[in-house]
């Protein structure tokens, strides 16, 4: 309601882009710049390998990431100094530069942002599998008092899964214990 009520108020003009030149890089940096988000999230993941606790550096993350790739404010109003130092993060390329595009930004750096793109592309999903076999040699499955319950009701609603809808509960509860106790 208070989006289309500004709306209404400001009358901002509504700008669509009709190049498909623009259309296609921005459909493909939009895609690459989702997959380096997704490595980065992932990065942010594994420190479950050797810590307990990861909610609170995955939402320093999150507001460091939409702070640093454009999501509050545009980052060309950077000094110029800040904004090149910028450009050599993978952030900028999650929101910044696609959005650039489908203003109609064309220029000889267009093919340096493409080429950026892939590069952080690639090397994000090496430093991935890198860290997630490091990860995986040091892993330690740590399940404390929970084990027992959890073992003793997955194999009794695992027995009697099909036998009544009460043991169908308990089937469901135990596989969600399951997958909140330990991921």
């Given at each position: 309601?208070?989006?289309?009520?500004?709306?209404?108020?400001?009358?901002?003009?509504?700008?669509?882009?009709?190049?498909?030149?623009?259309?296609?890089?921005?459909?493909?940096?939009?895609?690459?710049?989702?997959?380096?988000?997704?490595?980065?999230?992932?990065?942010i993941s594994f420190?479950?390998?050797?810590?307990?606790?990861?909610?609170?550096?995955?939402?320093?993350?999150?507001?460091?990431?939409?702070?640093?790739?454009?999501?509050?404010?545009?980052?060309?109003?950077?000094?110029?100094?800040?904004?090149?130092?910028?450009?050599?993060?993978?952030?900028?390329?999650?929101?910044?530069?696609?959005?650039?595009?489908?203003?109609?930004?064309?220029?000889?750096?267009?093919?340096?942002?493409?080429?950026?793109?892939?590069?952080?592309?690639?090397?994000?999903?090496?430093?991935?599998?890198?860290?997630?076999?490091?990860?995986?040699?040091?892993?330690?499955?740590?399940?404390?008092?929970?084990?027992?319950?959890?073992?003793?009701?997955?194999?009794?609603?695992?027995?009697?899964?099909?036998?009544?809808?009460?043991?169908?509960?308990?089937?469901?509860?135990?596989?969600?214990?399951?997958?909140?106790?330990?991921?």
């Amino acid at each position: 309601f208070e989006v289309w009520l500004l709306f209404l108020l400001l009358k901002p003009t509504l700008f669509i882009n009709t190049d498909p030149g623009a259309w296609v890089a921005l459909t493909g940096l939009t895609i690459l710049g989702c997959i380096i988000a997704f490595n980065i999230n992932m990065l942010i993941s594994f420190i479950a390998f050797w810590s307990p606790e990861v909610w609170a550096p995955r939402f320093i993350f999150f507001i460091l990431v939409s702070f640093f790739s454009g999501g509050f404010f545009p980052l060309d109003i950077l000094p110029e100094s800040i904004y090149k130092l910028l450009l050599l993060t993978p952030f900028p390329y999650f929101y910044f530069i696609p959005t650039k595009i489908y203003m109609g930004y064309t220029s000889t750096d267009l093919a340096s942002y493409v080429g950026a793109t892939i590069l952080w592309t690639i090397l994000s999903s090496f430093i991935v599998l890198y860290v997630w076999k490091k990860g995986l040699k040091g892993y330690i499955f740590m399940a404390g008092k929970y084990l027992k319950i959890f073992w003793m009701l997955s194999k009794y609603s695992i027995a009697t899964a099909t036998q009544s809808k009460v043991s169908t509960l308990l089937f469901t509860i135990a596989k969600i214990i399951r997958f909140g106790m330990f991921f």
